[in-house]
C-alpha cells in the first residue's frame, strides 16, 4: 500500500503524541503522587521501574498505532539514520521529523491536561517539577550528556534493524513493536542514569517546549542550567553510528550469505532452462 504525505503525517503526529502520553505519564505518576510530607526512601508507585516500564510500553503502543502506515519511526533521529541508510527517501524526512515533534508537543500537553489538579498542588509554581517532561543530566558539562546519548541511541538503532531485517531471524505474528519496547527498557535500565536516556529529540524537545510554554521554571531550555542540546543533538550521531555500525556488519553478512545462497539455486535453474 502506498501512502499520501497526509495520512504518514498523521500517523507520525499520533503515534508520537501516544509515545508522549504513556512514557511522561509513567513520570507523572511516580513524581506526583508521592506522601505528603514526603517519606525517605519511599518507592512511589513503582518508582524508576514503572518509568521504565511505562516508556517501553510507550514505543510499543505508539507503534502499533502508526507502524502500518509511516512505519513509526516516532524518533527524528530514526528518521534521519533510515534516509541516510537508502531505507527512507529524503522527501520524506521533513513532514515526518514535523509531525514527531508536533506530536510530543500535544501530547505533553494533554499529559499536562490530565494531571493539572494534582499537579498545581503538588508544584503550584511549577518550579521543580519539569523533569517530568525532559530529561536532565546526572553530571553538569555538555559531553557527558551527549557521548551518554550517541551509545543509547546507536544501541536503539542497532538492535531495531536486527529485529526487522528480514534476513534475521524475524519476529513473528506481529511481536516486532513488543520487543522494540523491551530494548527502550533494557536501555533504560542499564543506561538510564545520566541523562535520563531521551534517545530520541522529539520525545525530548517537545514536552520541554511545552514545558516553557506553559511556564514550568527550570526547564532547562530558557531557564536555569541550558541541558537540552545533549538529548537532541547526541540521538542524530547516535542513530547514524548505530545504523551504519549495523550495515557494516551483522547486515552486509547477512546480506551477503543470503547472495551466495540464491546463486547454486539460480544457476541450477540455468542449466534446467537449457536443456
Same mark, same amino acid.
Given at each position: +500500500? !502506498?501512502?499520501?504525505?497526509?495520512?504518514?503525517?498523521?500517523?507520525?503526529?499520533?503515534?508520537?503524541?501516544? =509515545?508522549?502520553?504513556?512514557?511522561?505519564?509513567?513520570?507523572?505518576?511516580?513524581?506526583?503522587?508521592?506522601?505528603? @510530607? @514526603?517519606?525517605?526512601?519511599?518507592?512511589? !508507585?513503582?518508582?524508576?521501574? /514503572?518509568?521504565?516500564?511505562?516508556?517501553?510500553?510507550?514505543?510499543?503502543?505508539?507503534?502499533?498505532?502508526?507502524?502500518?502506515?509511516?512505519?513509526?519511526? =516516532? /524518533?527524528?533521529?530514526?528518521?534521519?539514520?533510515?534516509?541516510?541508510? !537508502?531505507? =527512507? &527517501?529524503?522527501? !520524506?524526512?521533513?513532514?515526518?521529523?514535523?509531525?514527531?515533534?508536533?506530536?510530543?508537543?500535544?501530547?505533553?500537553?494533554?499529559?499536562?491536561?490530565?494531571? $493539572?489538579?494534582?499537579?498545581?498542588?503538588?508544584?503550584? *509554581?511549577?518550579?521543580?517539577?519539569?523533569?517530568?517532561?525532559?530529561?536532565?543530566?546526572?553530571?553538569?558539562?555538555?559531553?557527558?550528556?551527549?557521548?551518554?546519548?550517541?551509545?543509547?541511541?546507536?544501541?536503539?538503532?542497532?538492535?531495531?534493524?536486527?529485529?526487522?531485517?528480514?534476513? *534475521?531471524?524475524?519476529?513473528?505474528? *506481529?511481536?516486532?513493536?513488543?520487543?522494540?519496547?523491551?530494548?527502550?527498557?533494557?536501555?533504560?535500565?542499564?543506561?538510564?542514569?545520566? /541523562?535520563?536516556?531521551?534517545?530520541?529529540?522529539?520525545?525530548?524537545?517537545? @514536552?520541554?517546549?511545552?514545558?516553557?510554554?506553559?511556564?514550568?521554571?527550570?526547564?532547562?531550555?530558557?531557564?536555569?542550567?541550558?541541558?537540552?542540546? &545533549? &538529548?537532541?543533538?547526541? &540521538?542524530?550521531?547516535?542513530?547514524?553510528?548505530?545504523?551504519?555500525? $549495523?550495515?557494516?556488519?551483522?547486515?552486509?553478512? =547477512?546480506?551477503?550469505?543470503?547472495?551466495?545462497?540464491?546463486?547454486?539455486?539460480?544457476?541450477?535453474?540455468? +542449466?534446467?532452462?537449457?536443456?
Amino acid at each position: +500500500m !502506498k501512502f499520501t504525505k497526509g495520512q504518514e503525517f498523521v500517523a507520525e503526529f499520533l503515534g508520537t503524541m501516544v =509515545l508522549i502520553l504513556f512514557g511522561c505519564g509513567s513520570v507523572a505518576m511516580v513524581v506526583l503522587f508521592g506522601s505528603n @510530607p @514526603p517519606i525517605p526512601g519511599e518507592v512511589v !508507585k513503582g518508582g524508576y521501574t /514503572n518509568i521504565v516500564l511505562g516508556w517501553g510500553l510507550a514505543v510499543t503502543m505508539g507503534i502499533y498505532v502508526s507502524g502500518a502506515i509511516s512505519g513509526a519511526h =516516532l /524518533n527524528p533521529a530514526l528518521t534521519l539514520a533510515m534516509a541516510a541508510t !537508502k531505507r =527512507l &527517501p529524503w522527501a !520524506k524526512v521533513p513532514h515526518y521529523i514535523l509531525a514527531q515533534f508536533l506530536g510530543a508537543f500535544v501530547g505533553a500537553g494533554l499529559m499536562f491536561a490530565v494531571y $493539572y489538579p494534582k499537579w498545581i498542588l503538588v508544584d503550584p *509554581n511549577l518550579g521543580h517539577t519539569a523533569g517530568i517532561f525532559c530529561t536532565f543530566p546526572a553530571v553538569p558539562g555538555f559531553w557527558p550528556g551527549f557521548f551518554d546519548q550517541v551509545v543509547g541511541t546507536a544501541l536503539l538503532l542497532g538492535m531495531i534493524l536486527a529485529i526487522v531485517d528480514k534476513l *534475521n531471524a524475524l519476529p513473528g505474528s *506481529n511481536m516486532a513493536p513488543f520487543i522494540i519496547g523491551l530494548v527502550i527498557v533494557a536501555i533504560g535500565i542499564s543506561f538510564g542514569g545520566m /541523562n535520563g536516556y531521551a534517545i530520541n529529540p522529539a520525545r525530548d524537545l517537545g @514536552p520541554r517546549l511545552f514545558s516553557v510554554v506553559a511556564g514550568f521554571k527550570n526547564n532547562g531550555l530558557t531557564d536555569g542550567p541550558s541541558v537540552w542540546l &545533549p &538529548p537532541v543533538l547526541g &540521538p542524530f550521531m547516535g542513530a547514524l553510528v548505530g545504523a551504519f555500525a $549495523y550495515d557494516l556488519t551483522i547486515g552486509r553478512i =547477512l546480506l551477503k550469505t543470503h547472495m551466495l545462497s540464491q546463486a547454486p539455486e539460480q544457476h541450477s535453474e540455468g +542449466m534446467d532452462a537449457s536443456h
